[in-house]
RNA sequence: GCGCCGGUAGCUCAGGUGGAUAGAGCAUCGGAUUUCUAAUCCGAAUGUCGCAGGUUCGAGUCCUGCCCGGCGCGCCA
């Protein structure tokens, strides 16, 4: 079942061609219901081209088409629009042939799969594991695993890779500092536990800045580390693992799933990268490779320094050192050569944007990457304070992400506490879902590149565009259901839809947009046109069920009963689908 | 200095490939209703889309210049 937006689009092709005319139909949704429900703009701007008057095109266009099984007559408007309002009929048939949801929660409501997948490699969260998580680490996580589930939805094989930060200069510091506070850590590297991370590498900072023989003993640390020292690194990977312990509770938390592939990971590929890249400089055909001020530089030019010079990318620092360039270079290798990847995505903040420009660049110009391969920096805002500044504590210091989930969950509480009918238990459970829903679907909602003001009254308002309204929507129409006593699953079976009312064409509409949206988010990876989506389908179908513009579902003559049951329940199914796309859960009563 | 991102209603924000009278939520005002969960629905009001030019049938969207805010610009990631 591929989108209605391309089947009329495809009926607008071959109207163009039975004219001689080969050209794009330009459809779009319509802006405005009353002009329908899609339009072509493409009379306008070929006429011009033909020298024919648009509004005569746009008629020869109709006259040619045919769309009677999908759509009303089409219509003629203004300089030269043609309109499309989809039919009654159409609408129920379409809907009458989405397939029941299986059992196992893996519902696709007919939508096809791609039939070209891609390998994406989802680059996403890649916290650096010296410090706790913090606000910072939010968007990436979040928005980075919607995208993967997009993706996924859609067919293809994704990869969630966790870049996280494990092998810097200050893990000298901080595996110098374990071996004097937890000597025993040498014995038994599976026990240790550091209860606050964030304090523990202030204290190892302090004493760092503090202390002359621990910060030469730090020094010699990162070379014995990374040389390989077999003591020095079990003592690192224990810290690691301890890490990695903090960052997956909050990932088990929000339902996160990915694999860690630390900087460590790529030790040998960037000797690798290295390797690859002296033999393209000693080449001598590849004069953008080449040492500059002792380090070795990739220019891939169109990048230039203060002073107007053109700007390297540095690989190796003129010290012998590596740094972030090496490593995305040696993920870059891994990707495309180990895991096949057709498709690489980097979720990091927009602050980074010319590293990435510079990073996409170089791997092209040296050779690695195809042209054509998409390499996307899909590049995101600060998360702000609700007075528009930074976020931090009251003291001034990081917030940790653990807290404020844990604020967002205390106060959904909050919000639910007047509902009696819940158990303790089941309240407790609905504040969890709502408060880590109403934090992520406040992120997701957001257009990426903004900053955005963290605002815990706004996300977890019951009005608007927010989870506990879409939650609430949701877990409305399984109240109906149960109210109904119809076992919806029974209900798909061989049963009629009939769309008539106004509110069901709209409703009808907006549930038929689901496979366009997808595809679109796909693409343009735009989270926010998801959610805006959802929201305006919960809008829709409050009018739906509305005493006085809706319609009687639960009461209503008994074909129609079921028929209305029926969009209710796919209605159910397409916001517990998309809820779940933003990595939100839904919850049957609240 | 160069580059990138943002500037849209009182507030928070949307506005694929240029399309019709620039939208939503909140807040404000007015109306409906003894509810198939009112956590609702209908209506009203509110705009120099930062400014000025340009491109064209048509510009919030594309181009040029400028203003304001944020970020980045050689060995930190």
Known sequence: MKPIIHELGARVRDALAAIGVDADPLLARSGDPKFGDYQSNAAMGLAKKLGRKPRDLAQAIVDAITVDDLCEPPTIAGPGFINFRLSPSFLAARLAAIPPAPEDGSDRLGLGSAENPDVVVVDLSSPNLAKEMHIGHLRSTVIGDCVARVLEFQGHTVHRENHV???GTQFGMLVAYLKRTEPEVVENPDTLEIGDLESFYVEAKALFDADEDFKTESRETVVALQSGDPVIRRIWKAFCDESLRHCHAIYDRLGVRLIDRGESFYNDLMDEVIIRLEKARDSGDHDYVRDSDGA???FPGGF??????PLPLLVRKSD??????????ATILHRVEQLKATRIIYVVGITQKQHFDMLFAAARKVGWVDQEMPLEHLAFGNVLASDG??????EGGVVKLKDVLEQAVARARGVIEKDSDLSADQADNVAETVGLAAVKYFDLCHSLKSDYKFNLDHMLAMEGNTAPYMLYAYARIRSIQRKAKVDHVQLTADMQITIEHPAEIELATKLLQFAEVIETVGRDLYPNVLTDYLFELAKSFSRFYDKKIGVRVIDAPEDLRLSRLRICDLTARVLKTGLRLLGIETIERM
């Open 165 to 167: 930060g494990d092998w």
């Open 320 to 329: 012998g050192g590596f740094n972030y360039a090496t490593s995305d270079l």
């Open 304 to 309: 230039t320094t203060r002073d107007g010079d």
């Open 389 to 394: 500044r930074p976020f931090k504590t009251r």
């Open 296 to 298: 070795l530089c990739i």
